[in-house]
């Protein structure tokens, strides 16, 4: 063994002479690899961002995640309501830290929580230039890896979740980070430790990525070196437990770890995710889960068939293979027997892995034309072969992603919820005295007009199941003032006995949009009529 | 309690918070410094010797009433693989045992075993080590302990690394090895392990370091240069490496497990204290004496000052983690203070992991069994080794304040030994 002995003194690190200007410096820096990145997140980020918020149609969930990162923001603790549990805060949270930000580019033609969408945009911007490191590092040229961000970012299916408020979009983001930094080049224990912390936080934006972890272990157990791996593997898992700890003692510090009388906890917030009523098998048809993947496949095929069929032939692949793993965890959990609820977002945690899987597979396939039985030579027939397969991929792909882009590029689907908030701001005449009920979507504009958050604007379930609201209306329906009625308020009325007198006690006073089943209408409670 | 006194309760818990978790991640940073790379890792050990023996070693042995293991020791020496070498065994005027001893091993190998008497009135360490350092004839000054058990391989190899590097000092490995006499000898024995296996590399390579006190090598006229020892501080070795390094010598460290030179704990605790107290008071004093301040860059004054005075940084975290813990349980806090005051346990908890794996390590490299048992002494004992350490913190302070800088020397029974 040649030995570098430490010494004493050193030779100064910058050598005497003119210096670079800063920028220069850091611009040279960025290197080939770099300016691909750069330019590939570059192409994601102009389709993502244009017409942000006009689609897809805003979600009950991306309203919840806003007002819950609101309540941050104005100190009324973790949610505007009673947190309960029902997801690790450290999502939101980042939300909060990202809000100022839509603000730059302030306009309201659109209701709030589609406005504030741009805040997602840094987050994709830096899971894209994260997929690319982590391609590179991982063994894909730098072409296989610039394809996997574009599967990433440009996949319609990418282009409608990504852009939305969901946690599982930070949740990739770190995880991304985690998995980057367990495959350090130089094998450095405090990368290897960043990357448990990494894992930790993402874990703690949304907890199903926690399917992942054993991937994420086999990547970094292959990129330790045999001196140094149990320091390796005991610095990530310490940081990892240390971090997810957190989420726990915060809830003891409360008293609401477990459950008891009179308050929410951890545990029931934890039994009430695993005991949710499940989506059925994705292999029933008509089942929920069946319609979630109908809904993803309806948006692309290429990734999700494409990086599941890819990732079965990586396991053998060395370098490729915690990526692989991943894929088939994340499948694994959808497709096992009595598999539980299946919400929509949940794919948004497969894209990348699933974009690296199929980026992988056409560099080894491009590799194989390329270089098997280098004795045959045949370079004009392989070369042939090589730009017809990848003629016949792009003629199949292109065409599906330009229709679902250019949707997503052209379509305002929010054009009823915009209507209805303008059509609130201007007829209703003292906000600050009024109480209306409505999705988490609407919730954040009529805040931002002037009703009382909680109790003078109020999620419409909380009506029905949150005793600290119900407390609050002591007449019942007839203490609310309007009811906005959206598709999801109508979804399930049974379960809610005080939306549904209201809806059944109001009158129609405006209404968007042209479908029966999309309309929005703002209705108004009648309070004389009998009950 | 009134919101005044809740509020300055949580900026209290806020601030000292902030202040332990600092000192336990930078404590954690430089303790893992050897496992940061595999390369990292590769540097820390002696390169491969060439055989050749380019260089003449003088090595003082200074021993006071320790005629059970002398002999031992120098026999040991004697086994050497290199060529050109002296051992000067330094003998007191005042203790005819262990004198005897050595005359018997001077008898024994003429030429290459002398004996040096001391004559000085109190006697201790650096005033041996300097009444040697006049007869030495070597080019290096190697120091070793009456008790050391040194491998017959070291001398080469220590030759190779001065060739090599063109160092002015380098510094090999001491391991205590008895982890399994007391609870506070594994505790003991893993403070080496990352002392010499890690953290001495790291000050090494930042160009301030203090040097152990045997098992380390001088070049004669460095050493000379430097008027030898410091005969009133009690931590000699590392004022000597505090003064070295900071006047730009080179300084090379280098540990391979099968050449470290081997050690015992303390017999008892009380001695542990003793020899830690007597440390501490060393460290003190070479604080006080501002050699560190001539160094060039401000990191390095910091790493200097941060070093020297960790002893008290411990007992300063003795007295306040308990304050910390009692505000917590009887002030009811804000969720998010209260929070907070539990991040210093981040760092803290992940030491207690990382040493449990220098725990396995050091049982692989030293090929000895370490049990689960040990294991969980290891952690017990965490706490209870810190209020030791704390201790011996106060102590030292307490008798260097008194001006009471005698030497309390430990005793050895030669358990490493066999």
Same mark, same amino acid.
Request: hydrophobic share 50%; charged share 15%; with cysteine.
């Given at each position: ?50 017409n942000i918020a006009g689609f897809p149609a805003v979600s009950d969930d991306e309203g919840t995640y806003l007002a819950q990162a609101w309540a941050v923001q104005h100190h009324r603790g973790l949610a505007p309501y009673t947190y309960w549990y029902d997801h690790p805060p450290l999502g939101w949270l980042q939300l909060a830290v990202l809000s100022w930000l839509p603000g730059l580019f302030a306009s309201s033609a659109h209701v709030l929580t589609a406005e504030l969408r741009i805040a997602m ?42 852009r939305e408020l969901f946690l599982?979009n930070f ?41 992942? &972890? ?40 409360k ?7 009179g308050h929410v906890?951890?545990?029931?917030g934890?039994?009430f ?64 027997? +009595? ?6 977002m ?66 305002d689907a929010n054009a009823p919820y915009d209507a209805a908030a303008r059509w609130i701001r201007a007829n209703v005449p003292d906000p600050a005295h009024t109480r209306i009920t409505v999705d988490d979507a609407l919730w954040p504009d009529l805040v931002r007009d002037g009703f009382e958050p909680g109790s003078g604007v109020i999620w419409f379930y909380k009506v029905d199941l949150d005793p600290a609201v119900s407390r609050t209306l002591p007449q019942g329906w007839r203490s609310l003032d309007y009811i906005v009625s959206t598709p999801i308020v109508r979804q399930d009325p049974g379960a809610l006995p005080t939306v549904r007198a209201a809806l059944a006690h109001s009158v129609v006073v405006a209404s968007f949009g042209d479908s029966a089943a999309d309309r929005i209408e703002i209705r108004r409670i009648v309070k004389d009529a009998s009950p | 309690?009134?919101? +005044? ?177 007391? *609870? ?10 990352? *002392? ?101 860059? &401000? ?35 804000p969720v998010s ?82």
């Amino acid at each position: 063994m040649t030995t570098l002995l430490d010494t004493a003194s050193r030779a100064p690190i910058t050598p005497p002479g003119v210096r670079p200007t800063l920028l220069k410096h850091s611009l040279r820096r960025i290197g080939p690899d770099g300016w691909t990145a750069v330019a590939v997140t570059a192409v994601v980020l102009v389709v993502q961002g244009w017409n942000i918020a006009g689609f897809p149609a805003v979600s009950d969930d991306e309203g919840t995640y806003l007002a819950q990162a609101w309540a941050v923001q104005h100190h009324r603790g973790l949610a505007p309501y009673t947190y309960w549990y029902d997801h690790p805060p450290l999502g939101w949270l980042q939300l909060a830290v990202l809000s100022w930000l839509p603000g730059l580019f302030a306009s309201s033609a659109h209701v709030l929580t589609a406005e504030l969408r741009i805040a997602m945009l840094p987050v994709t911007a830096g899971g894209a230039l994260l997929l690319h490191l982590l391609g590179r590092r991982i063994g894909l040229s730098r072409w296989a890896a610039a394809l996997a961000v574009l599967l990433f970012g440009l996949s319609p299916l990418a282009v409608g979740l990504q852009r939305e408020l969901f946690l599982d979009n930070f949740a990739v983001l770190w995880i991304l980070a985690a998995f980057v930094l367990a495959a350090s080049p130089r094998k450095h224990l405090w990368h290897h430790v960043a990357a448990g912390l990494c894992a930790g936080v993402a874990v703690l934006s949304k907890e199903t990525v926690a399917v992942v &972890l054993p991937a994420l272990l086999l990547l970094l157990w292959q990129h330790c070196d045999r001196t140094t791996r149990k320091f390796s593997l005991v610095g990530f898992t310490a940081a990892l437990a240390l971090v997810g700890l957190g989420y726990p003692m915060y809830a003891a510090l409360k008293g609401e770890l477990f459950p008891g009388p009179g308050h929410v906890s951890l545990l029931g917030g934890l039994l009430f995710q695993l005991q949710r009523e499940g989506s059925g098998s994705v292999l029933t048809s008509g089942s929920g889960s069946r319609r979630v993947l109908e809904s993803w496949l309806y948006y692309d095929r290429v990734l999700i068939l494409g990086g599941l069929a890819a990732a079965l032939p990586l396991l053998g692949a060395r370098r490729l293979r915690a990526v692989a793993l991943a894929v088939l965890l994340l499948a694994a959990v959808v497709l096992r027997p +009595g598999a539980g609820y299946l919400p929509a977002m949940y794919v948004i945690q497969a894209l990348p892995f699933l974009a690296l899987s199929l980026a992988g597979l056409a560099q080894l396939g491009a590799r194989l034309a390329l270089h098997a039985v280098p004795r045959l030579g045949l370079r004009p027939l392989r070369w042939g072969v090589l730009v017809l397969a990848a003629a016949l991929a792009a003629g199949w792909t292109l065409p599906r992603w330009y229709a679902g882009d250019r949707t997503a590029l052209t379509v305002d689907a929010n054009a009823p919820y915009d209507a209805a908030a303008r059509w609130i701001r201007a007829n209703v005449p003292d906000p600050a005295h009024t109480r209306i009920t409505v999705d988490d979507a609407l919730w954040p504009d009529l805040v931002r007009d002037g009703f009382e958050p909680g109790s003078g604007v109020i999620w419409f379930y909380k009506v029905d199941l949150d005793p600290a609201v119900s407390r609050t209306l002591p007449q019942g329906w007839r203490s609310l003032d309007y009811i906005v009625s959206t598709p999801i308020v109508r979804q399930d009325p049974g379960a809610l006995p005080t939306v549904r007198a209201a809806l059944a006690h109001s009158v129609v006073v405006a209404s968007f949009g042209d479908s029966a089943a999309d309309r929005i209408e703002i209705r108004r409670i009648v309070k004389d009529a009998s009950p | 309690m009134a919101d +005044g006194g809740k509020m300055l309760s949580s900026l209290f818990m806020v601030g000292v918070s902030a202040i332990l978790f600092w000192m336990a991640a930078l404590t954690l940073w430089w303790m893992l410094h050897a496992w940061r790379t595999p390369e990292t890792l590769a540097a820390t050990s002696f390169g491969a010797a060439d055989g050749v023996c380019g260089l003449e070693f003088s090595l003082l042995v200074p021993a006071r009433h320790e005629q059970e293991v002398l002999e031992h020791t120098v026999t040991r020496l004697l086994e050497s693989s290199h060529t050109a070498y002296e051992i000067l065994v330094i003998v007191g005027h005042d203790d005819p045992l262990t004198a005897e001893v050595a005359a018997r091993m001077a008898d024994r190998a003429p030429g290459r075993v002398r004996v040096i008497t001391d004559t000085h009135e109190v006697k201790n360490k650096p005033k041996a080590l300097n009444t040697a350092l006049p007869h030495c004839r070597g080019e290096v000054v190697g120091v070793f302990d009456a008790e050391d058990q040194v491998h017959p391989e070291l001398l080469a190899h220590v030759d190779h690394a001065f060739r090599a590097s063109g160092a002015a000092v380098v510094q090999g490995g001491v391991q205590l090895i008895n982890f399994h006499s007391s *609870w506070y000898s594994l505790r003991n024995c893993l403070e080496y392990f990352f *002392w010499f296996r890690s953290r001495l590399h790291l000050h090494a390579s930042k160009g301030f370091i203090p040097l152990g006190g045997n098992t380390v090598f001088v070049r004669t006229e460095v050493l000379r240069a430097a008027g030898g020892w410091d005969q009133d501080c009690l931590a000699e070795d590392c004022d000597l490496g505090v003064r070295l390094s900071t006047g730009g010598a080179k300084v090379v460290v280098a540990y391979d497990s099968s050449m470290v030179t081997r050690e015992e704990t303390p017999g008892t605790l009380y001695s542990l204290l003793k020899q830690r107290t007597r440390w501490n008071q060393g460290f003190l004093q070479v604080y006080r004496k501002k050699e560190w301040k001539r160094l060039p860059s &401000l990191r390095q004054r910091l790493l200097a000052r941060w070093t020297l005075t960790t002893p008290f940084l411990q007992a300063f975290s003795g007295v306040v983690i308990p304050i910390d813990l009692l505000l917590a349980l009887t002030v009811k806090l804000p969720v998010s203070v209260a929070l907070f005051s539990f991040v210093p346990a981040v760092p803290a908890l992940a030491t207690f992991a990382f040493e449990a794996v220098a725990l396995h390590d050091f049982g692989v490299q030293y090929d000895l069994r370490v049990r689960p048992v040990h294991y969980l002494k290891l952690i017990a004992g965490g706490p209870l080794y810190q209020v030791v350490l704390a201790g011996a913190a106060l102590r030292a302070v307490w008798r260097e304040h008194r001006g009471d800088r005698g030497w309390e020397l430990t005793r050895h029974v030669g358990a490493h030994l066999g």
